[in-house]
């Protein structure tokens, strides 16, 4: 088992490096040619290499279907640069900026005819003089759903050796395209769309506009690095400080990432498994040690979605919730076969998730 989970990475990672897009369908073909002689001849040499072989083939199909489904949802060249009217909901933290408010918003509808745009975009509302008129920029939380008059470009990015990519950072976060929002008569259509991502998203800017409110930038210049560690918004840490911390190289400690959701489930474990064996009754009830393990999943979970549920941090649940599962299994199982185990549900979920969301 867990040489076919390493031949599936494998696969992926290999079509990570690829120039270009290949056909799948030679690969699929493949992965299904070596599965059935691998089960016929499960347990001897020859079947263990064919399995090995088409979990590899399977893996680099895997990873070039969800790349072909997440390019697919692309800004048709026609309508770069046009207005296109899109009703949507604003679908995360609003960063501010000097000449306005930098948001995600998600397409759910498309008012102007026949425009083909991506379904998640990251569009620039500027305020300030423009086009003869002064214009004032209402204020945006997540959750509402506006009625925008847009214009949009295909992501692009610099390319510079060792350089921020900003175009694999859009495609990581599923923004196919950027623009900005004409300044044409908006209409806020509902102040909070009632589903999970957007109620937490709008929990995130509570708490962000607490931490404003308790400890004023003007006050305390590191306020911002509270909010960058509660919320994940690493925007509103002072630019002095992130200078500091860049020439340091302790950048990375800002990014809410495996070691912090990590710390978090680690601490309510202890705490929780601490009280509860001093607890009778629910001690007979459950064991210290399971109710420790999955309260500390729990925590890790809830504190995972308020950073934002950036790619490091689900890594972190799902990894978090094998090695519990694992140990509440009542099995001795190998490190090993934990960790594989884990990378096999990060690969799969990611791809799984994918397929409900498009």
């Known amino acids: 088992m867990r040489l076919q989970i390493l031949a599936f990475a494998a696969g992926v990672i290999a079509l990570q490096m690829q120039p270009e897009l290949p056909v799948l369908w030679p690969w699929a073909a493949a992965a299904l040619a070596g599965a059935l002689p691998a089960v016929v001849w499960r347990g001897?040499?020859?079947?263990?290499?064919?399995?090995?072989?088409?979990?590899?083939?399977?893996?680099f199909a895997w990873a070039g279907w969800r790349a072909?489904?997440?390019?697919?949802?692309?800004?048709a060249a026609e309508w770069e640069g046009r207005d296109?009217?899109?009703?949507?909901?604003v679908a995360a933290l609003p960063q501010e900026f000097s000449q306005g408010s930098r948001f995600e918003f998600v397409v759910e509808r498309v008012s102007t005819a026949t425009a083909v745009?991506?379904?998640?975009?990251?569009?620039?509302?500027?305020?300030?003089?423009?086009?003869?008129?002064?214009?004032?920029?209402?204020?945006?939380?997540?959750?509402?759903?506006?009625?925008?008059?847009?214009?949009?470009?295909?992501?692009?990015?610099?390319?510079?050796?060792n350089g921020f990519d900003y175009e694999a950072w859009l495609l990581e976060r599923d923004i196919r395209a950027t623009g900005y929002v004409r300044p044409?008569?908006?209409?806020?259509?509902?102040?909070?769309?009632?589903?999970?991502?957007?109620?937490?998203?709008?929990?995130?800017?509570?708490?962000r506009a607490s931490f404003a409110a308790m400890l004023p930038?003007?006050?305390?210049?590191?306020?911002?690095?509270?909010?960058?560690?509660?919320?994940?918004?690493q925007r509103a840490i002072h630019g002095d400080l992130w200078?500091?911390?860049?020439?340091?190289?302790?950048?990375?400690?800002?990014?809410?990432?495996?070691?912090?959701v990590t710390m978090v489930a680690a601490l309510f474990a202890i705490l929780v498994g601490f009280a509860w064996r001093r607890v009778p009754a629910l001690a007979l009830r459950c064991p210290g040690q399971r109710a420790a393990l999955w309260s500390g999943c729990l925590a890790a979970l809830l504190y995972a979605l308020l950073a934002g549920f950036a790619v490091p941090a689900q890594r972190t649940v799902y990894m978090l919730a094998v090695a519990a599962l694992a140990m509440s299994s009542g099995r001795v199982v190998a490190p090993s076969r934990t960790l594989c185990l884990a990378l096999a549900v990060v690969l799969l979920i990611a791809g799984t998730k994918l397929m409900f969301t498009k």
Request: hydrophobic letters at 45%; aromatic letters at 8%; a neutral charge.
């Open 217 to 233: 930038a003007a006050d305390y210049p590191w306020a911002g690095i509270l909010v960058a560690l509660a919320v994940g918004d």
């Open 68 to 75: 072909e489904v997440r390019l697919g949802d692309a800004l």
């Open 117 to 161: 745009i991506p379904s998640r975009v990251m569009l620039s509302w500027y305020q300030g003089r423009r086009d003869g008129e002064d214009f004032v920029r209402p204020p945006l939380r997540p959750g509402e759903r506006w009625h925008l008059t847009v214009r949009l470009k295909q992501p692009h990015g610099n390319a510079n050796p």
């Open 184 to 207: 044409a008569p908006a209409e806020r259509l509902d102040a909070m769309v009632w589903q999970p991502a957007y109620v937490i998203e709008r929990l995130r800017d509570a708490a």
């Open 84 to 89: 296109v009217e899109v009703v949507g909901v």
């Open 243 to 260: 200078t500091t911390f860049n020439r340091t190289g302790t950048t990375h400690l800002m990014s809410i990432s495996g070691l912090h």
């Open 44 to 59: 001897s040499w020859p079947g263990r290499l064919l399995a090995v072989v088409a979990c590899a083939a399977l893996g």
